[in-house]
């Protein structure tokens, strides 16, 4: 349908049909008009494979869906730190829906970390919002270059699950642009989704669903988003006000009542019909742009997938600890793997983006190319306590071997979407089997199945540590590769793990009460918080070690505009095996606090050097001042550092920027100090200070405090002009005059 077919077609539907559109046919499709040639399109999820349901739908995944692959969840494919992986996964996402009919994936879903609690958060990227964009961004391109559209999610402020349909995340608007709704701007600005995702909760009060602030304001007009928001499902409250606000579609389709009160309200003129029919217009566009092509319905390829699957998970995994080159194991030793998850590791997690596969090769099964092992279960996954005659069983098989590898995590029960974890313990038996072990095998090595950080009571107590996070269906051939040594980890913490979960910066807040939840901690969210406070942590942001060493050297910053440079770090590789390298380039501004603006993945030869060149841009360097309503670079000094981990920084220069861009508009409420901090106000407050100095005569302090200027400076920077009317003895009129001066001399009209 061409655009003015598209237009013919609206101007000819009934209102009836119109409102029609704007909700689902059932759970996964849009509705049909066939009179007019209006064809329907599927939804599926998502995020990391398919959970299509051609039979009957439903959202708890009761009625079984296709047979599909798992892909390793957004809290691995973060570690990869990979853009070209997420791009490559994107495009076999979209090759797959293809093949299924699907017309648009349900996914990326681009929440921020704020609590290692969130039970969703191994669905999510980052705690950071720069690192989720990019590689959100990458996978959004992928999919959408196969025709299919995607539904960027949940948009936004959903980082919990508790009241995740009624509670309000309130946050201040500098938090929420610099963090929560960073990702998604990147995400639309530069991939397109053909949709997006409105989330359950409220923000600062009002439902994402019927928040035209967020919806419209900001979405569609300041980052110009064209394509189509759905609910999430069943996150509708209010139709006719969420039509109004911008959500387009509700999903997944009703008893046809909303659709009636759209008619009502548009039959009343409480609702304009021009808001309708944009909606309407989105909808047609969207099935237009990525309507299936029959002819291309050939099923997944399983064969081409499942490898694709198995090389991704190989790209995920961190090597968070290796003393004494613990690994990589040496096959001809005698290695014992204990845990049930050797033979059935954890790989994907529960909820919407569960995917029904044909099953997963243990590491333990994985591993006999490579070794002989011997194997005990240690644990049972079906009794989370522990049981004696298992462990028993695994301490002596330990103590019999050269090395013990231990395969514990977070089984099924502990994390999934619909509830938050209430600690961020293992299950008792996993630490137990962990402590037993280790003191009977000294080679002893842990390998992680989880979504996100769990305490690690005994992490002193092993020589290695390798977190295969929610690896997908192949993650327990990567896992064995990486224990022997056939692949190199080089993942990299898209997340801190705290030492303890009180650590957290959210821990005073989260999950709120009477249904708010507030963001005290601000910006201050992961490791803008722990290196802020130089709080000690288990593993930082950016952790993750490898079987080779890298070198940094040369870092340069060259300026090629007014806030743009170019920065380049040479990296080398100076062990002896091929590795790659997550090199991060983070930037410390005027304020104190340390943000990831760049990464580059390397792959280098043992012996080879290459640069990691990265572009920064005014954004790099800017924060969201409210009074200004928008970003702006403060003056004053910028560190840039390239590192292997936010704590391993290894090259360091600063460049500067001279006054700042903040704009001051002086009113009744500017204070002395926002005055002096201004180069063309400053003078201003100087006067009132020498006069407060001649006013003292020879006392030698006013109020008890020295007549240095810097202390009197301390004294009066709080103190709005307000505050100094009776003092300077003048009259408010006479202080507007001045505020006007002010102005002028600001160049405020
Ligand atoms: C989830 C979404 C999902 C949708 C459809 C909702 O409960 O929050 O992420 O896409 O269900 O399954």
């Known amino acids: 349908m061409k655009h003015a077919e598209i237009e013919k077609v609206i101007r000819e539907m009934t209102l009836e049909e119109k409102a029609g559109l704007c909700s689902g046919a059932d759970m996964w499709h849009t509705k049909a008009v066939e009179r007019l040639g209006v064809k329907k399109i599927m939804v599926s999820d998502g995020p990391h494979g398919l959970r299509t349901q051609h039979g009957e ?221 944009e909606a309407v217009r989105r909808l047609l566009c969207l099935a237009e742009k990525c309507a299936p092509d029959e002819n291309k319905r050939t099923g997944i390829d399983f064969a081409k997938d499942r490898k694709k699957a ?22 001809k030793k005698k290695i014992a793997f204990i845990g049930e998850f050797a033979e059935k590791p954890r790989f994907q997690g529960g909820g919407s983006s569960h995917i029904r596969t044909e099953g997963c090769v243990g590491a333990l099964k994985a591993a006999e190319k490579y070794a002989s092992v011997v194997y005990e279960r240690g644990y049972s996954l079906a009794d989370e306590g522990e049981n004696g005659a298992l462990l028993s069983a695994a301490v002596a098989a330990a103590k019999e071997a050269d090395a013990a590898v231990l395969f514990i995590g977070l089984p099924d029960t502990f994390e999934s979407e619909g509830y938050d974890r209430d600690h961020m313990r293992l299950p008792a038996s996993h630490d137990r089997l962990v402590r037993e072990i280790a003191a009977v095998q000294k080679n002893t090595v842990v390998v992680l199945h989880n979504g996100s950080p769990v305490e690690m009571p005994w992490i002193g107590e092993v020589k290695a540590v390798l977190e295969a996070y929610l690896g997908g269906e192949g993650v327990g051939e990567a896992v064995a590769a990486a224990l022997f040594g056939r692949i190199n980890p080089s993942g990299k913490l898209p997340e801190t793990f705290p030492k303890k979960l009180s650590d957290n910066p959210s821990y005073l807040t989260f999950p709120g009460k009477g249904k708010r939840c507030a963001y005290a901690e601000g910006v201050y969210v992961g490791y803008r918080y722990y290196d802020k406070k130089e709080a000690e942590v288990l593993f930082p942001f950016g952790h993750g070690l490898c079987y080779t060493e890298f070198s940094y050297g040369g870092l340069a910053a060259e300026k090629i505009g007014e806030t743009e440079y170019t920065v380049r770090v040479n990296v080398k590789n100076t062990g002896k095996t091929f590795g790659k390298e997550a090199v991060q380039l983070y930037i410390e501004g005027p304020d104190g606090m340390k943000e990831l603006k760049g990464f580059e993945k390397l792959a280098l030869q043992a012996g080879e050097e ?47 920027f001279a006054g700042g861009e903040e704009k001051l508009v002086v009113n009744m409420a500017t204070t002395l100090g926002e005055l002096y901090a201004h180069p063309l106000t400053r003078s201003f407050v100087e006067d009132r200070i020498a006069s407060l100095v001649k006013k003292s005569g020879n006392s030698g302090s006013v109020m008890g405090i020295s007549l240095e200027k810097e202390a009197l400076l301390k004294l009066v920077s709080g103190v709005p002009l307000r505050g100094i009317i009776s003092m300077m003895k003048i009259t408010v009129a006479q202080m507007e005059e001045i505020i006007a001066k002010l102005n002028a001399l600001l160049g405020n009209r």
């Open 610 to 656: 290459k640069t990691a060149v990265f572009a920064l841009n005014r954004r790099s360097f800017a924060h969201y001042d409210e009074n200004a309503g928008g970003w702006i670079v403060a003056g004053g000094r910028y560190k840039i550092f390239a590192g292997s981990s936010s704590r391993d920084l290894r090259a360091e220069t600063e460049i500067s």
């Open 310 to 331: 198995a090389a991704a998970a190989g790209e995920c995994l961190v090597l968070l600890k290796n003393e004494e080159g613990m690994l990589p194991l040496d096959g």
């Open 57 to 277: 739908g439903d959202n708890l995944g009761i009625n079984g869906s296709i047979s599909a692959v798992c892909f390793p969840a957004a809290c691995a494919t973060a570690a990869s730190f990979d853009r070209a992986l997420l791009r490559d996964l994107g495009e076999t996402l979209g090759d797959e829906c293809v093949a299924e009919g699907v017309s648009v994936l349900l996914g990326p879903a681009v929440n921020i970390k704020r609590t290692p609690l969130c039970g969703r958060n191994f669905e999510y990227f980052s705690e950071d919002p720069y690192l989720s964009g990019e590689l959100a961004a990458e996978y959004v391109k992928g999919v959408q270059s196969r025709g299919v559209g995607v539904s960027m999610k949940h948009f936004a402020m959903n980082n919990q699950e508790t009241d995740r349909m009624v509670v309000s995340a309130d946050a201040d608007e500098r938090t929420m642009r610099e963090i929560y709704l960073a990702a998604f701007e990147k995400v639309v600005k530069e991939a397109k989704p053909f949709t997006m995702m409105c989330s359950y909760n409220r923000i600062n009060g009002e439902y994402a669903s019927q928040n035209k602030w967020l919806l419209t304001d900001v979405l569609r007009k300041e980052w110009g988003f064209d394509g189509l928001v759905m609910s999430d499902w069943g996150a509708v409250v209010d139709r006719v006000k969420a039509l109004a606000a911008g959500l387009d579609l509700e999903m997944p389709g009703g008893d046809g009542t909303t659709d009636k009160q759209i008619v009502a309200a548009v039959k009343s003129g409480a609702l304009g019909e021009k808001i309708l029919d």
